[in-house]
């Protein structure tokens, strides 16, 4: 390379040899070596995740197993619909049966019982204590025509309808 390095570039000499020429061709040499060290690499990676995967699956997963947790499945879903349909019929007799109790004057359940409100007693205290549910004391003031929950006083008697 005994060229001139300030000479300037002639891209219609075919023959012109420069020292950035031989740096490029080492470069393009290194690489597809570099490149299939790299594929080689991530082969041998692929391969050695898939046999661990192999080795540590579990032992006895296999179609006839899965086929029978989708039956397994399959009867759960039907006793699910048995039990919906089961419990859509039981909250129809409740309502079927409301409308007779009412035209009647009141159920088998039982007669009004009068309550004398003490000191500390609100609606929700009473529905608690008649019938064990305190979201039933609307059903209380409804009963007694009471608008305001604070209209209650010491000494005034409720009447305690039968537990709906």
């Keep these: 390379m005994s060229e001139d390095p300030t000479r300037q570039y002639d891209a219609s000499d075919p023959n ?8 490029d061709e080492a470069k393009s040499r290194e690489g597809p070596r570099l490149l299939w060290g790299r594929i080689l690499a ?13 080795t ?50 009141g159920g088998t359940g039982g007669e009004s019982e009068t309550y004398v409100v003490r000191s500390g007693d ?9 019938y064990g549910d305190v979201g039933l004391a609307d059903v209380i003031a409804e009963a007694n025509g009471i608008t305001d ?10 009447e305690i309808p039968p537990a709906p």
């Design 16 to 23: 012109a040899s420069y020292d950035w020429d031989f740096e």
């Design 42 to 54: 991530l082969v041998v990676a692929l391969l050695l995740v898939f046999f661990l995967g192999r």
């Design 56 to 105: 540590t699956a579990p032992a006895g997963s296999s179609d006839a197993e899965v086929q029978d947790l989708r039956d397994q499945v399959a009867e759960l879903e039907a006793e699910v619909d048995t039990l919906r349909t089961e419990a859509a019929a039981a909250s129809e007799e409740p309502a079927s049966a409301a409308p007779s109790e009412s035209a009647t004057g």
């Design 122 to 130: 609100t609606l929700n205290t009473i529905a608690e204590d008649q």
């Design 149 to 158: 929950p604070a209209q209650l006083s010491v000494g005034d008697e409720l």
